[in-house]
Every structure is written in structure tokens, then in C-alpha cells.
């Protein structure tokens, strides 16, 4: 079959997605007719199946096809922290006498409640850290070489702005611009970084969460037998419980980070390369900061970093929540010992939501950025009309164009349900001080 050649080209305007889009119609010239066919010498059939099957190969176009990929992946991640932000909602509704679906305001009412009944006029202290969320370089490397031809995936190169995880081990080490970092077991129990779980102190010191033991100042909160239960403003003995992590003058019994110098990491120890201010450190792993994928064309780069951003995965962060008891409470054993057991279910429900709302965030302002992608795929696509033959030219524009608005809807669905999920989680923060 002869090639097929572009002619005269007319001009027609799409709007999707809130773009208007210039792509090129051609009359067909020097194409052999298939027999009974409408369309002389060439197939332009379209896919069975379109983005709102779960179809991203629409046009056979790269930089197109990328765009109705990013919109599939972001999507679909949307949609599973949407899920799990509702699974979330609905325990702690159950917990608090409600449906699942409840509204985020009526579970936070009922909180409040529930916590007017048991907590003291202090209220409650909060202790944890921020979500730890990792992007996957893997996934930005394969982004950028399956809508830019040029990138080579064995020598595509990704830096991070922040934390890049490696091989842990004695063996590991970073670059000039890093520094290394091992997360285990302390030494011998005595940290010389951050600690995060327990810290024994045999002797008298600083407790930088929540003291259980005798405080030799100020305590927050006491329990039965009058012992310190809470923020501790003075020397704390016993055990000091760092939710959020910090530094302990006694033994670290939980996960210690730290800097090992020429020494190098446990043997057993997970590793971190460390970005110096203002520098970027070259990752294969996964980054904890700011990713910059491999460089690529103008018109794939909206669609690399939405990929990127679906590939994020935010880790729920230790919380531990403390209180004083209400005088209705504090003659009332029964009462505490079931609201105890409240509080350790609201902690990891609080905690998964934190990692989830993390994420959120990031994929609300991905999904935003989609039509970028999408306008500058077309208009690429566009520029190509000389460079590609009639079926490309005609799958553009009878299979990707129409596609436009199934995407609109994919993206503005996920959109939707992730904002208001989101938004009720905010108001389950709300009721306990987060």
C-alpha cells in the first residue's frame, strides 16, 4: 500500500477540558481504497474501548497518549485515597454512634462531644510528626521515556531535593552534596539523633513527649495513681514516649536517625542520602522532598510529573494523643478504661487519615494540572501534521479529540470526590486539635 499524504489542511477548534485546540483535517491523496471501504488505502479505526474503560492507547501518538495516561493514573490514585479517606470517616462514625457516609461535620460534632464528656478543661495534646511521602523514581523514569522518544531509561538520570532512600547496610554511602542518614535500632540504646518510639530514662531528664514516671515540674496530665501521664515542663524519670520523635538523654528501645560519620549504617539499618541546602542529590530510589524527573520536552512535562505525583506514597506518621480527665470522668474507671480504648482506635484512624490527606493534597493540584498537559499534547500533536502520515492525522482527530470530554468528566469526577472526602477530614482534625 502507497503512503498516505497530507493536503491542504483545514482548521477546526475543540474545546475540552477547557482548551481550545487548532488540529489539522486532511483530505487523503495516493492511498490504494480498501474495497467497500469509506475511507480510501487507510485505517483509522478507532480503540474499541476509551479512558472511561480504563483505555489510555487512543491515538498511537506519544506525547497524546501520555496525557490520557496521567489522567488514568492520577485518577485512579484519587479514587483509592478517596476510598481510604472514607474507610477512615466511617470507623471513627462508628465509633461515635453514627452511619457510615456520615457527613465529616456530624462526626465532628460527635467527637466534640464524646470529648466534652471525658476531657478536662485542658483539652487534648497532640503529638506526631508530618507525614513522610515518597515519590517513586522508578515510576517518573518510565513517565518521561514513554512520552519522550529521546529518554533512555537505562541512563535517565532523577534528582531529589531532599531525601533519596538507598542500599542500607555498612556498604552504603552518598555523594559530595548529601548526607548519609540511618534509620534502626540504636546502638546500644544510646541515640545520637532523633529517637521515635521509647526512651527509658533511668535517670532523671528532658522528656520531649509524653512522660510516664514521676516529673519533677509540671505534668499535663496525671493518671490514677498520680503519676505523670502527659507533657512533662521539667525532668521526667521512667519512660518518655516520643510520638513525634526527638532526642533522649536515657535508651532509645525504639527507631533511632542518625548520622553514622565514616562509621556507616547498622548492618540492618535503612539508609538515606540527605540533599545539602539549595542542592539536589541524584536518586534511584525513592524521594522524600521535591522530585525533578528526567528532562523532556515542554509538551510531556505536565504528564511526567502527574504520573510522578499518583506514584507518591504517604506513610502514616506515629500520634499519640494525651488528656486530663473531666471531674465526671475522674471517679469513673469504667468509664476511662472504655474511652482509653476509644483514643488508641481515633489515634491510627487520625494517623492513616494524615498520610491520606497528605497525598491529597498533592493529587488535587495534579488533577488541576491535567488540562496543561492536555493542551500541550494537542498542540504538539498539532505541530506534527507534516512530520506524521494521514492515519495518525485522522486518529488525532477521531479517536483522541473526541476523547477529550470522557477525560474532562474521568478527571473532574476524581476531582470532586477527593475534595469533599478531603474536606471531611479536615473536620475529624478540627474536633481533636490537629
Given amino acids: 500500500m502507497k503512503p498516505c499524504s497530507v493536503v491542504n489542511p483545514d482548521r477546526i477548534r475543540i474545546a475540552a477540558l477547557g482548551l481550545p485546540i487548532g488540529i489539522a483535517v486532511a483530505a487523503l491523496h495516493g492511498c490504494d481504497p480498501y474495497e467497500g471501504s469509506g475511507i480510501p488505502g487507510c485505517d483509522i479505526s478507532c480503540p474499541s474501548k476509551g479512558i472511561a474503560e480504563g483505555n489510555a492507547a487512543i491515538s498511537g501518538i506519544a506525547?497524546?497518549?501520555?496525557?490520557?495516561?496521567?489522567?488514568?493514573?492520577?485518577?485512579?490514585?484519587?479514587?483509592?485515597?478517596?476510598?481510604?479517606?472514607?474507610?477512615?470517616?466511617?470507623?471513627?462514625?462508628?465509633?461515635?454512634?453514627?452511619?457510615?457516609?456520615?457527613?465529616?461535620?456530624?462526626?465532628?460534632?460527635?467527637?466534640?462531644?464524646k470529648l466534652d464528656e471525658a476531657v478536662g478543661a485542658g483539652g487534648l495534646t497532640i503529638g506526631y510528626q508530618t507525614p513522610r511521602c515518597e515519590a517513586s523514581v522508578e515510576v517518573a523514569v518510565a513517565a518521561a521515556a514513554e512520552c519522550d522518544g529521546s529518554i533512555n531509561p537505562g541512563s535517565a538520570t532523577v534528582a531529589c531535593s531532599g531525601s533519596c532512600s538507598i542500599d542500607g547496610g555498612l556498604t552504603a554511602s552518598c555523594d559530595a552534596n548529601a548526607v548519609l542518614t540511618c534509620t534502626g535500632t540504636a546502638p546500644e540504646f544510646v541515640c545520637s539523633g532523633t529517637c521515635e518510639g521509647t526512651c527509658e530514662l533511668t535517670v532523671a531528664g528532658s522528656c520531649e513527649g509524653t512522660c510516664r514516671g514521676i516529673c519533677s515540674g509540671t505534668c499535663s496530665v496525671r493518671d490514677a495513681q498520680d503519676n505523670c501521664a502527659g507533657e512533662c515542663v521539667g525532668d521526667c524519670q521512667g519512660t518518655c514516649e516520643l510520638a513525634a520523635g526527638g532526642n533522649c538523654s536515657g535508651e532509645c528501645t525504639g527507631s533511632c536517625t542518625y548520622?553514622?560519620?565514616?562509621?556507616?549504617?547498622?548492618?540492618?539499618?535503612?539508609?538515606?542520602?540527605?540533599?545539602?541546602?539549595?542542592?539536589a542529590v541524584q536518586c534511584a530510589g525513592r524521594c522524600d522532598g521535591e522530585i525533578q524527573p528526567p528532562q523532556v520536552k515542554a509538551e510531556c512535562q505536565a504528564s511526567v510529573e502527574a504520573k510522578t505525583d499518583a506514584s507518591i506514597d504517604c506513610r502514616p506518621?506515629?500520634?499519640?494523643?494525651?488528656?486530663?480527665?473531666?471531674?465526671?470522668?475522674?471517679?469513673?474507671?469504667?468509664?476511662?478504661?472504655?474511652?482509653?480504648?476509644?483514643?488508641?482506635?481515633?489515634?491510627?484512624?487520625?494517623?492513616?487519615?494524615?498520610?491520606?490527606?497528605?497525598?491529597?493534597?498533592?493529587?488535587?493540584?495534579?488533577?488541576?494540572?491535567?488540562?496543561?498537559?492536555?493542551?500541550?499534547?494537542?498542540?504538539?500533536?498539532?505541530g506534527l501534521v507534516a512530520e506524521v502520515d494521514v492515519v495518525g492525522i485522522f486518529k488525532l482527530n477521531s479517536c483522541a479529540i473526541p476523547q477529550l470530554g470522557a477525560a474532562a468528566t474521568v478527571v473532574g469526577s476524581a476531582s470532586e470526590r477527593l475534595v469533599l472526602e478531603a474536606d471531611a477530614a479536615l473536620e475529624v482534625f478540627g474536633a481533636i486539635g490537629i
Fill in 63 to 113: 506525547e497524546v497518549d501520555a496525557f490520557f495516561g496521567a489522567v488514568l493514573d492520577v485518577s485512579t490514585a484519587a479514587n483509592d485515597i478517596s476510598s481510604a479517606l472514607r474507610a477512615e470517616l466511617d470507623a471513627i462514625a462508628l465509633s461515635v454512634g453514627l452511619a457510615p457516609g456520615a457527613a465529616g461535620a456530624d462526626v465532628r460534632a460527635a467527637i466534640e462531644l
Fill in 259 to 279: 548520622q553514622p560519620g565514616e562509621a556507616g549504617c547498622q548492618a540492618d539499618a535503612s539508609a538515606r542520602c540527605q540533599a545539602m541546602a539549595d542542592t
Fill in 317 to 382: 506518621p506515629a500520634l499519640e494523643i494525651t488528656w486530663q480527665w473531666s471531674d465526671q470522668f475522674l471517679a469513673d474507671p469504667m468509664a476511662q478504661a472504655q474511652f482509653k480504648a476509644w483514643v488508641k482506635g481515633l489515634e491510627q484512624h487520625a494517623a492513616a487519615m494524615l498520610a491520606a490527606r497528605a497525598k491529597a493534597d498533592i493529587l488535587i493540584s495534579a488533577l488541576a494540572n491535567l488540562g496543561t498537559a492536555g493542551r500541550d499534547a494537542l498542540e504538539s500533536a498539532t
